[in-house]
């Protein structure tokens, strides 16, 4: 038994990632790299084939908020000008920043809040509520923990209580069931304290933008200072937008 044990681990190699920050994931959608140039005349075929509205012209930009990293685009343009990228840091301090212009595709790191990194930079403690979510961006946050990315190692942590956490961080397109306890949760967490959106469901409301069974008022009245795009965000994703907001290197 011990030595198929050993078998198995040797076959599963290395898994931990020493370094968080430079390593791009092999066949990840991430990070749209928009070609220069303009487009033909009249084409909108890229816009017309995004499900999410997340595609402008006029120029041609993306909103990452908006977007579900479907590559609908990538296959409708007939000028090949859009390519998703394995690049995995996308997120943003500001709504505003999450849209993407040709010749963006070098984006630089989120500028660091200093307070926050004063504060926080040694000890972040996260709650995370699914508030209508699909399950998805729910267990991309779980593998934030797990032996691969090692959150932890940061001193940034999962508690299952808001009382004992500094952020709250949400998922799902925030569902009228939702409401009261999104609500609760905020309330229930001392200052100082700020919320994380992640994900295109949680950012905008994605493909469910408008439903019905959609209340997104608490977003109106608390400002996210962290946005994390993705349908779902890869670990990476999530894991480089806090060590940036916090400014560790």
């Given at each position: 038994?011990m030595?198929k044990s050993?078998?198995?681990?040797l076959?599963?190699?290395n898994?931990?990632?020493?370094?968080?920050?430079?390593?791009?994931?092999a066949?990840?959608r991430?990070?749209?790299?928009?070609?220069?140039?303009a487009c033909?005349?009249?084409?909108d075929a890229c816009?017309?084939?995004?499900?999410?509205?997340?595609?402008?012209?006029?120029?041609l930009?993306?909103?990452?908020?908006?977007?579900?990293?479907?590559?609908e685009?990538?296959?409708a343009?007939?000028?090949?000008?859009?390519?998703l990228?394995?690049?995995?840091?996308m997120?943003?301090?500001?709504?505003?920043?999450?849209?993407?212009?040709p010749g963006?595709?070098?984006r630089?790191?989120?500028?660091?809040?200093?307070?926050?990194?004063?504060?926080?930079?040694r000890s972040l403690?996260?709650r995370q509520?699914?508030?209508g979510g699909?399950?998805g961006?729910?267990l991309?946050?779980?593998?934030t923990?797990?032996v691969?990315f090692?959150l932890?190692?940061y001193?940034i942590?999962w508690?299952?209580?808001?009382?004992?956490?500094?952020?709250?961080v949400?998922?799902?397109?925030?569902?009228?069931?939702m409401?009261?306890?999104?609500?609760?949760?905020?309330?229930?967490m001392?200052?100082?304290?700020f919320v994380?959106?992640?994900?295109?469901?949680a950012?905008?409301g994605?493909?469910?933008d408008?439903?019905?069974?959609?209340?997104?008022?608490?977003?109106?009245?608390?400002i996210?200072a962290?946005?994390?795009?993705?349908?779902?965000p890869h670990?990476?994703?999530?894991?480089?937008?806090?060590l940036?907001?916090?400014?560790?290197?």
């Open positions: 038994m030595f050993l078998r198995v681990r076959s599963q190699g898994q931990f990632i020493p370094d968080v920050r430079a390593v791009k994931p066949g990840f991430g990070l749209p790299k928009i070609g220069q140039g033909e005349s009249g084409c816009a017309a084939s995004c499900p999410t509205e997340a595609i402008r012209l006029d120029p930009s993306i909103d990452l908020g908006r977007c579900i990293f479907c590559s685009c990538v296959t343009c007939p000028e090949a000008k859009i390519e990228t394995p690049e995995p840091r997120g943003g301090a500001a709504r505003a920043e999450l849209v993407v212009k963006d595709e070098a630089t790191k989120i500028r660091a809040n200093e307070a926050f990194a004063k504060l926080f930079r403690k996260l509520v699914s508030a699909c399950n961006c729910e991309e946050l779980n593998a923990a797990n691969n090692d932890q190692r001193g942590e508690v299952a209580s808001p009382r004992h956490a500094d952020a709250l949400l998922s799902g397109a925030l569902t009228r069931t409401k009261d306890a999104v609500r609760l949760a905020w309330d229930a001392a200052e100082p304290r994380v959106a992640v994900g295109a469901c950012i905008s994605g493909l469910y408008g439903a019905r069974g959609v209340e997104r008022s608490f977003l109106d009245d608390v996210p962290l946005y994390v795009p993705g349908c779902p670990p990476l994703t999530f894991v480089n937008a806090i940036d907001l916090l400014g560790v290197p």
